[in-house]
């Protein structure tokens, strides 16, 4: 059974750092690209950063220079530390995993199968 699991997620102020974790298990983890999306309420989903096996990164524009991903692909893990963060990042952040052809090339959701449940980051200003 294919489960991923978010957690880190908190409030903090503009300004501010959180570290999120998602823990996979019930797939070959290495197979898939990674990704954390992130959704605020009355807001579609966005993509923040896809991570490929390799670890190469792709990034939405908005949390350049402030987020940054990574994997450990034998503790089938991913983590996403936000530095700087502001209100506008406020959202419910979701990790998933799909296509590694889609990784770097796209950062919609559909390319992605299996999701996990989501963790809330609160930036207050």
């Known amino acids: 059974q294919v489960q991923l699991v978010e957690s880190g997620g908190g409030s903090v102020q503009s300004g501010g750092s959180l570290r999120l974790s998602c823990a996979a298990s019930?797939?070959?983890?290495?197979?898939?690209?990674m990704a954390w999306f992130r959704q605020a309420p009355g807001k579609e989903r966005e993509g923040v950063v896809a991570?490929?096996?390799?670890?190469?990164?792709n990034y939405a524009d908005s949390v350049k220079g402030r987020f940054t991903a990574s994997r450990d692909n034998a503790m089938k893990a991913l983590y996403l530390q936000m530095d700087s963060l502001k209100p506008d990042d406020t959202a419910k952040y979701y990790c998933?995993?799909?296509?590694?052809?889609?990784?770097?090339?796209?950062?919609?959701?559909?390319?992605?199968?299996?999701w996990g449940q989501g963790t809330q980051v609160t930036v207050s200003s």
């Open positions: 998933a995993a799909g296509s590694r052809w889609w990784c770097l090339r796209s950062l919609g959701s559909n390319t992605y199968y299996y």
């Open positions: 019930g797939y070959s983890y290495r197979s898939y690209c």
């Open positions: 991570i490929d096996s390799d670890g190469s990164t």
